[in-house]
C-alpha cells in the first residue's frame, strides 16, 4: 500500500516523474498528455455518462492498472472486466446507492468527501469488506503529514491533487511530496535511519543500505540512488565510481519501516566488489537481462547485435527461428537450450504489458500452422557446382579489407559456455548417473558403465596387421621426437657466491587426454597426446573418447591406449567427458590437467572447468576448427598444393583453409584450382569440402617477405612452405604451430608419423601458445640454497627492496640471520 496516491493532471511536468517513482499515479481521461504512458497507472474516468466498454478495455489492454468509474458508468462494466481492476468512484451522498452486486464486482472505492471524517471513512471500509480504500478531500485545504498518517492508520489511502503537490518545502497551500509519502514510516533504530533493499527492476536483490528523510528526498526529486551512509552522511550512488543508480520505484513495506528501491544499475554493479550485486552473482533472467543490456551497449554499427535490436525484419526472423528450434526440441535439456536462445531475443518489460491485457484472443492457431507441419530438414549443402575458394589481392586491399582476411569465423565462446554448463553442473553433482545419461542423449550408446581399466581385452584390439604396424612406426617416431625433449638435468645457477639458484621437472601427476570421435576415428591424436605422457611420467593417463553406437571403442583407439599405458579409458564425448575427468566421478579418476582437441561443445567446456577454482583443473590451450596457411611461389606443384589445401579442408566444414600466392601467374593459379576441384571430387568427403573451401580464401602477394609477413599475423596452425627457398625462409616465421618445410613435407606426415605433434593452436592462438609437447605434461620447480656468506651478500639487497616495499617482517626474516652472523 502507498502512503497517499497522487492524482494528476500534466500541469507540472517536473513534478510527475517524481511522483511516478513513489508509487501508482490517478490520471485523468480528460487529460491525455499523461496517457501517453498509463503503465502502472490508475485512470479516473469522471464522465457521468455511458462510457464505451471497448474504450475501457483498450485502456487496461494499454497497461493501466485500474479503472475508477463512477456509479453510472459500472452497469456495463461488471462482469466484463474483472473486479481487480475496477474501483468505484464514490460521492459521500451516493453510499446508500451501492448494491450488491456493485460492491461485490470492485476491488477498491475512491470517496470523494468534503472532510477527513476517520469514523465515517471506517464505517466504508467495513461496508466494502476486502476493498481498499481510497480518499480523496474536497477541500481546498492542503493535507497534513497527519492527515496521512492516520489514514494509513485505519487502512485507508489518501488522494492528494497534483496542485497541493511540491517538490519545495511544505507550505500553507502545499505539501511536500517526500514528507507526504514518508508519513507513516516509522524507525525503531536510535539513528532513525530506515533499512532499504535496492533491487533491480526485475526484482532480483543487489544489496541492503540504509535511507533517512533527507536521502529519501533526493532520490525522489533527481531520480538517482542516494542513500545515507551511517558515517559519511549523504550518499549519492555511483558519484565517484560511476555505477550511478536511476530510480524506478519506491516502495514500503507492509509494516511501513523498510523501503525498496527498485532501480536500473549502471556501471560495474552496485557492489563494492565490482559485483552486479552484494548476494553474489545475478542468475536466471536478471542475469539474462544484464548480458542482453552489456551486449547492446558494447555492439558496435554494423555489428550482428545492433543489427538484431534496430533491424525489425531480422529480429522477427531471428525469433522464428529461435521458436522453431524450440518446438524441435524433445528432452529437457533441449528444451532448457532453446527456450534460453528464445528468451535472449525477447524483453520482459513486454510480458508484464502482456500480463495486464484483459482481452483475449478466441485461442485458435493461426491457419498456416493449424495443418500439421511437415518437420523441415535443415538445409543441405549443395551438391553440384564449382568447388572454388575466393580470391583476394593484398597489394590492393585496405588495411581494414587486410584485416579482415587475418579473421577466422566468430567464435561465440560465451553462448557455448552457457550452453556446456548444464552438462559439466549435472556431471559435477550426479557423476556418473548424469555421465551415462549424457552418453545415451549424445553419443546413441546405452552403457552400464562409462569407464574401462587395464589390463585391456586382446579382442578390442584386433588389427589388421599393416594398420598396427604403421601404428608402431608412427609410435617409434613420436616417442623418438618427444623423448629428446625431457629436461631430466638440473638447472643449477650461482647467481652470487654462495647464492644456488636450481630448477628441475616433475610429470604432472595426472592426465586426461580427449581423442575426438565424431567425424573421423583418430588414433593419431591418441598418439599424439598419449606418448609425451608416457616419455614425462605421468602417473595416471585417463583417455577420453566417444563410443561408438554399440558402446565399443575402436579398436585402434584401443591399441594406442594399451601401448601409451593409459591408465582408464572413459566411454564418453563433448562437455560430458571434460566434465568427468575435471571434477571425477564414482568411477572417473579425477585429473589434473586436460589435453586434446574437440568440437566448440569440447573447447567451451575446458575454458569453463579451467575457471572454475573448484576442478582445479588446467588446459593445454584453446582450440578451434582446424586451419592451414600454404605459401606458394612459381615453384609450387598444382596437385601437391591442392592436395595439401585439401587435407585440411576435409577435417570439417568450419575448417580454415588458406592459401598465400607469391607472384604466381593466372594460369599456376588456376590450375592448382582446378587440381582443388579435381582432388575433390575424388573424396568420399566432398560434402563437407563442398561446405569449407567456399569459405577459403586465396590471398595474392607480390613477394616473399609479404607472404610471411601475412602469414606472421594469421599466425596458423599449419604452415607449409611451398617455395624455392623454404628452409631459407625459416628463421623469419614468428607465429605458427607447426612448419612443414618444402614440396615434399605434406602437413600429413607430421599428423601421424614424421614426429612432431598434430595437437597444435588455433584461431590465431599460434601468437602465444606452443604445441603440445613433452613439456606441457611437466611442470618445473625452483629451489634455493643459500650459505651463511651467502646470505651475507643476498642479505641486505633483500632487507633494502623488503623496507622499500613496506614489508617489515620479509626484511626481518633476513635481519635476525645477520645479526647472528655478525656476532
Known amino acids: 500500500m502507498s502512503s497517499f496516491i497522487p492524482l494528476v493532471s500534466g500541469a507540472n511536468e517536473a513534478l510527475v516523474p517524481a511522483l511516478n517513482r513513489i508509487g501508482p499515479v490517478i490520471l485523468s481521461s480528460q487529460s491525455s498528455g499523461p496517457l501517453a504512458t498509463p503503465d502502472h497507472a490508475y485512470l479516473l474516468v469522471e464522465s457521468r455518462d455511458a462510457v464505451d466498454l471497448s474504450a475501457l478495455i483498450n485502456w487496461l489492454d494499454a497497461g493501466v492498472e485500474k479503472l475508477i468509474l463512477p456509479l453510472a458508468s459500472f452497469a456495463d462494466a461488471i462482469g466484463s472486466i474483472p473486479a481487480e481492476r475496477l474501483v468505484l468512484l464514490l460521492d459521500v451522498a451516493n453510499v446508500s446507492a451501492v448494491s450488491d452486486k456493485v460492491r461485490n464486482g470492485v476491488s477498491g472505492v475512491l470517496l470523494k468527501t468534503p472532510s477527513l471524517d476517520l469514523d465515517f471513512i471506517s464505517s466504508i471500509s467495513k461496508f466494502f469488506t476486502g476493498s481498499s480504500i481510497h480518499v480523496l478531500s474536497t477541500s481546498n485545504e492542503p493535507p497534513t503529514v497527519a492527515n496521512v498518517r492516520q489514514l494509513r492508520g485505519i487502512g485507508a489511502t489518501l488522494v492528494i491533487p497534483e496542485a497541493q503537490l511540491t517538490l519545495e518545502s511544505s507550505s500553507s497551500t502545499q505539501i511536500n511530496v517526500a514528507d507526504a509519502y514518508l508519513a507513516p514510516v516509522i524507525s525503531d533504530r536510535p539513528d532513525g535511519l530506515f533499512p532499504t533493499i535496492v533491487s533491480s527492476q526485475t526484482g532480483h536483490s543487489l544489496g541492503l543500505v540504509y535511507s533517512s528523510k533527507e536521502s529519501v528526498k533526493e532520490s525522489i526529486t533527481t531520480g538517482r540512488g542516494v542513500y545515507q551512509s551511517r558515517k559519511h552522511g549523504l550518499w549519492r550512488k555511483g558519484e565517484t565510481s560511476g555505477a550511478t543508480q536511476e530510480i524506478i520505484n519506491i516502495r514500503l513495506d507492509c509494516d511501513s519501516d523498510s523501503l525498496e528501491f527498485r532501480v536500473v544499475q549502471h556501471g560495474a554493479g552496485f557492489c563494492h566488489l565490482n559485483r552486479q550485486s552484494c548476494f553474489d552473482a545475478a542468475s536466471g533472467l536478471p542475469a539474462l537481462e544484464k548480458t542482453l543490456a552489456s551486449r ?12 538484431l535490436f534496430n533491424d525489425a525484419d531480422l529480429l522477427r526472423s531471428k525469433i522464428m527461428e529461435e521458436a522453431d528450434e524450440l518446438c524441435r526440441a524433445e528432452t529437457r535439456e533441449e528444451v532448457a537450450f532453446e527456450a534460453a536462445d528464445l528468451l535472449l531475443l525477447c524483453s520482459h518489460q513486454s510480458l508484464d504489458l502482456k500480463a495486464k491485457r484483459i482481452s483475449r484472443r478466441p485461442g485458435n492457431a493461426k491457419p498456416r500452422w493449424t495443418q500439421k507441419q511437415e518437420v523441415a530438414p535443415p538445409p543441405a549443402p549443395k551438391l553440384d557446382g564449382p568447388i572454388k575458394m575466393n580470391t583476394y589481392d593484398l597489394t590492393q586491399a585496405s588495411p581494414e579489407e587486410r584485416a579482415q582476411l587475418l579473421r577466422r569465423p566468430v567464435l561465440k565462446s560465451d553462448e557455448m559456455i552457457g550452453k556446456v554448463k548444464p552438462i559439466v553442473d549435472e556431471v559435477r553433482k550426479r557423476g556418473d548417473t548424469a555421465l551415462l545419461e549424457f552418453t545415451a542423449k549424445f553419443d546413441r550408446a546405452q552403457l552400464s558403465s562409462t569407464v574401462m581399466f587395464p589390463p585391456y581385452a586382446p579382442e578390442t584390439m584386433q588389427l589388421p596387421e599393416e594398420i598396427k604396424s604403421a601404428i608402431d612406426v608412427a609410435y617409434s617416431n613420436i616417442h623418438k621426437f618427444h623423448a629428446a625433449q625431457t629436461s631430466d638435468s638440473t638447472l643449477v645457477v650461482e647467481t652470487m657466491p654462495g647464492v644456488v639458484c636450481s630448477r628441475f621437472a616433475r610429470p604432472i601427476a595426472r592426465v586426461g587426454l580427449y581423442v575426438p570421435g565424431g567425424t573421423a576415428i583418430l588414433p593419431s591424436t591418441a598418439l599424439m ?57 564414482e568411477t572417473v579418476p579425477k585429473v589434473d590437467k586436460i589435453f586434446g582437441p574437440g568440437n566448440q561443445w569440447v573447447t567451451a567446456a575446458k575454458m569453463l572447468v579451467q575457471n572454475d577454482t573448484d576442478a582445479l583443473v588446467s588446459i593445454d590451450m584453446p582450440a578451434g576448427p582446424s586451419e592451414v596457411l600454404v605459401i606458394a611461389d612459381y615453384t609450387a606443384n598444382p596437385a601437391f598444393v591442392a592436395a595439401d589445401l585439401l587435407s585440411q579442408a576435409e577435417h570439417g566444414v568450419d575448417s580454415q583453409v588458406v592459401l598465400v600466392a607469391v607472384d604466381l601467374k593466372a594460369d599456376h593459379l588456376a590450375a592448382i584450382e582446378e587440381e582443388v576441384e579435381k582432388q575433390a ?143
Open 296 to 307: 547492446l551497449e558494447s555492439a558496435p554499427e554494423g555489428s550482428y547485435t545492433r543489427r
Open 529 to 585: 597426446l598419449g606418448i609425451p605422457a608416457q616419455v614425462a611420467g605421468c602417473k595416471q593417463i585417463v583417455l577420453a573418447t566417444p563410443p561408438r553406437k554399440d558402446g565399443s571403442i575402436s579398436p585402434e583407439v584401443m591399441y594406442v591406449a594399451h601401448l601409451v599405458g593409459a591408465s582408464a579409458i572413459l566411454k564418453a564425448g563433448g562437455a560430458q567427458a571434460v566434465a568427468a575427468m575435471a571434477y571425477g566421478t
Open 681 to 823: 571430387l575424388a573424396l568420399e568427403r566432398v560434402d563437407i569440402i563442398r561446405q569449407s573451401i567456399p569459405k577459403s580464401n586465396i590471398v595474392k602477394v607480390a613477394t616473399v617477405e609479404e607472404a610471411v609477413d601475412f602469414s606472421n599475423d594469421y599466425a596458423p596452425e599449419h604452415l607449409i612452405l611451398h617455395l624455392e627457398q623454404a628452409k631459407e625462409q625459416l628463421p623469419r616465421i614468428e607465429n605458427a604451430g607447426s612448419v612443414f618445410v618444402g614440396a615434399y613435407t605434406p602437413e600429413s606426415c607430421g599428423d601421424y608419423a614424421s614426429g612432431t605433434n598434430h595437437t597444435l593452436p588455433t584461431n590465431g592462438y599460434a601468437r602465444q601458445f606452443s604445441g603440445v609437447n613433452t613439456l606441457s605434461f611437466q611442470k618445473h620447480i625452483t629451489s634455493q640454497e643459500i650459505s651463511a656468506p651467502g646470505l651475507g651478500n643476498v642479505g641486505p639487497v633483500v632487507v633494502t627492496l623488503a623496507d622499500c616495499e613496506g614489508l617489515q617482517a620479509h626484511a626481518n626474516a633476513v635481519r635476525v640471520r645477520l645479526a647472528t652472523l655478525q656476532k
